[in-house]
């Protein structure tokens, strides 16, 4: 699992990652990432929110060297907190880094284009992005953040942080899967050269039950899952799918080696309905 992309900044990210969103406990932690190290996973996706940062950074910390691995041949992302937008996003920054236990992290993200607690129509959001985004560049600066990115955002929220960003985002990490299939999106993404990455790219759990997805799963002899997430890498979107079971891990892996045909990611795209599993940023202004 060596496949990587090269970000607008020349830093070098794994298309596939372990998501562990709703991962806790560092029994479950510790397992989940040794099963990921052992079937070749390098790149491990967190975040505030998430309440593991510590788990994961001790985990790897000592699964690293049972596993022949350093600390420069893994790529760890976290996310700022929306409670953190604003004025708190250099501290929150610092505590990510203090809680993961390393020096520094390979990719920061905004998790959301809101601050916590705030109307979406709350015009404050706009100034609190572009102040969160100065903390995040000046951490890039100094090197403690080797890239950084957004989530959530929407083609407005991008637009609008690429007309006073001094950094540009490497990454974009959104909800994307045949059912949200973000064209406009994605274009703007490779026209600016950002990095488009998806999470919840099984739907929740929902699309793997999918006719059309199991009929092409079929076809391959694969797993509806590896099916979906191959559907994104063959568009060059990144994945990022969270399983604390180490035989999906290992499953999920092996997405990387189906090479999907242009027809049938065409035949999965033709099932967008514009259906958001997860949260919908589009009401934030």
């Known amino acids: 699992m060596a496949e990587t992309v090269e970000l607008n900044n020349g830093v070098r ?15 479950a932690v510790y397992r989940a990432l040794d099963a990921a190290l052992a079937e070749g996973y390098r790149s491990f996706d967190t975040a505030a929110v998430y309440r593991n940062e510590g788990d994961i950074g001790r985990a790897l910390r000592e699964l690293l060297p049972r596993h022949g691995l350093t600390r420069p041949d893994v790529f760890i992302t976290s996310k700022l907190g929306p409670k953190d937008h604003g004025s708190e996003a250099r501290a929150a920054c610092e505590v990510s880094l203090e809680q993961l236990g390393w020096g520094y992290l390979d990719l920061y993200l905004i998790h959301w284009p809101g601050k916590q607690g705030w109307q979406s129509e709350d015009l404050r959001n706009r100034e609190v992005r572009r102040e969160s985004w100065e903390a995040l560049e000046e951490m890039y600066k100094s090197g403690r953040f080797r890239a950084i990115g957004v989530s959530n955002y929407t083609l407005t929220h991008l637009q609008e942080l690429l007309g006073s960003c001094k950094v540009s985002p490497a990454v974009l990490q959104v909800e994307y ?33 999918e006719p059309k997805v199991r ?28 399983s604390g079971d180490p035989q999906r891990i290992a499953e999920n892996a092996r997405a990387l080696d189906l090479a999907m045909s242009p027809e049938d990611v065409l035949e ?10 997860c949260w919908d940023p589009q009401g934030v202004v």
């Open 215 to 242: 009929e092409v799963a079929e076809r391959y002899g694969q797993t509806p899952a590896q099916v979906l997430l191959a559907w994104a890498l063959r568009q060059g979107v990144g994945v990022i799918p969270k």
């Open 268 to 277: 999965l795209s033709s099932l967008d309905s514009g259906t958001r599993y």
């Open 177 to 209: 899967h045949p059912r949200l299939v973000q064209n406009k999106l994605l274009s703007f993404c490779r026209e600016t050269g950002i990095h488009l990455q998806a999470y919840s790219s099984l739907g929740t759990g929902s699309l793997v039950k």
């Open 13 to 27: 990210m794994p298309v596939l990652g372990l998501g562990t969103f709703k991962l806790r406990g560092y029994e």
